[in-house]
């Protein structure tokens, strides 16, 4: 009896010691959109920091906020674009970021800095950033596509794909107009979806990741894409080129912040330190081919990324971009139209 109790003693003991050993490593909850980091940098952190990452996903900058505004689970590093964290800020939803804390916030480029959404940066810093343009097949089309008022010509007609996402497509239409992509004028909002309603017997359609098969595979031969999708697009299918219309477009620039709601502040801040230190940037942004915030970590690109201008545009290609402002005080007015022209009304 007494051999039994100690057998039975010491499985209790070692089942106290593993739970507590699992237990024991510190985690860290990740709130990314898909497809958006090089998952290989997130073991790599695990073992420097010996913690556990629990890395989520979601599909739109809406989710985030719906997911940060709602849920009980509670982020510590989550990835807004630009005008979201004007409305994760304006409700209080995230914390003032010590940036003494991140040693690496001197590798962050002045360009991408003290930006509208957030002028001191008190609340995010840069994660990665580019363009919204056109990539088309040069082959199939080789006079070029360099406006977004070609988008309606009917000799491109069910060629064109854009992504099912709101803001992007009232932009390219607001452009086209000569409009700022942040209106909040009725007549100007109104009169962009009379020209995406006349665009959309033209188009192939609204679509979300898939964009990049139906390119590559040619189903398509021109989209409009961020700048890092099209990297990816002209990497597996040469025949693509990519283009800044002369309208102007979009310069976006994705953050990363801590929630208020954030369990394990300490480690998010070693989270977001990892990822701006140069070599983390350099790894990350060839993987997703979008662009780095950092001048450092582009020199350790290699050459046919960084001299690559859809990824790195010349000054002069930037010069008429905006950034996406939010449109929380007329959001009813966009949901209105954008509902309208899915509906075809």
Not at 90 to 112: A, C, G, P
Not at 157 to 176: F, G, H, N, P, W
Not at 208 to 214: A, L, T
Request: negative net charge; contains cysteine; proline residues 4%.
């Amino acid at each position: 009896m007494k051999r039994i109790l100690r057998v039975i003693l010491i499985a209790i003991l070692t089942l106290f010691v593993l739970s507590g050993c699992s237990s024991s490593k510190e985690k860290l909850y990740v709130f990314n959109v898909g497809d958006y980091m090089d998952m290989d940098l997130i073991k790599e952190f695990e073992e420097e920091f010996d913690c556990r990452v629990i890395y989520e996903e979601f599909a739109s900058n809406e989710d985030l906020f719906v997911k940060i505004k709602t849920s009980k689970q509670a982020y510590d590093v989550i990835f807004p674009s630009d005008y979201m964290l004007e409305r994760l800020v304006s409700q209080d939803l995230v914390q003032k970021l010590d940036k003494d804390k991140i040693e690496n916030y001197k590798y962050i480029d002045d360009y991408y800095l003290n930006r509208d959404f957030d002028p001191n940066n008190d609340f995010s810093l840069p994660y990665m950033a580019g363009t919204v343009g056109i990539v088309y097949n040069a082959e199939k089309y080789p006079e070029g596509i360099h406006k977004w008022a070609d988008l309606w010509d009917e000799k491109y007609e069910r060629d064109v794909v854009l992504y099912y996402s709101q803001r992007d497509v009232l932009m390219v239409a607001l452009k086209k107009l000569g409009y700022s992509m942040n209106t909040q004028n009725t007549a100007e909002l109104e009169a962009a979806k009379e020209e995406l309603i006349k665009q959309k017997p033209l188009i192939y359609g609204y679509l979300g990741d898939e964009i990049k098969d139906i390119l590559v595979a040619e189903d398509a031969n021109i989209g409009v894409v961020y700048s890092g999708d099209a990297g990816v697009i002209m990497s597996l299918n040469d025949d693509f080129k990519y283009s800044i219309p002369k309208e102007g477009t979009n310069l976006w620039i994705d953050l990363m912040a801590i929630p208020k709601s954030a369990q394990n502040p300490e480690l998010a801040y070693e989270f977001i330190n990892f990822l701006l230190r140069p070599d983390i940037q350099a790894r990350n942004a060839e993987y997703l081919q979008y662009s780095t915030i950092s001048s450092e970590a582009k020199k350790m690109l290699p050459d046919e990324i960084k001299n690559n201008p859809a990824l790195y545009p010349p000054e002069e290609d930037l010069k008429n971009t905006e950034v996406f402002t939010d449109p929380t005080e007329v959001i009813e007015l966009y949901d209105r139209i954008w509902t309208e022209v899915l509906s075809g009304l």
